[in-house]
C-alpha cells in the first residue's frame, strides 16, 4: 500500500532558535512588532510503500531518526496518509 508522510522537524523548545530570532527581528524592523516567538524548522514530505499503516509508521520513524532531524537539537512529528 502507498502512503504519504507529512513530518514537521523544529528545534527542542529548551534551544535558542538563531533563524528565527533574526527573522522576529526583521518582522519587528518591518512594522510587524505583534509578532512574538518566531522558530524555524523543516517540513519533509515522504511518499512510501509499506504492508499496512504500522510498517509505515515504523519507517517514517526510522527515516526521522537516522537522516531527517537531529536527535539532539531537533524533535520531529508526523502523520500518515494512505494513497
Known sequence: MKYTAHINIMPHKELLDPQGKAVSNSLHNLGLSQVHDVRIGKH???????????EANSLTTEACKKLLANGVMESFEFSLTAN
Open 44 to 54: 519533509v514530505t515522504l511518499h512510501l510503500e509499506a504492508a499496512n499503516e504500522a
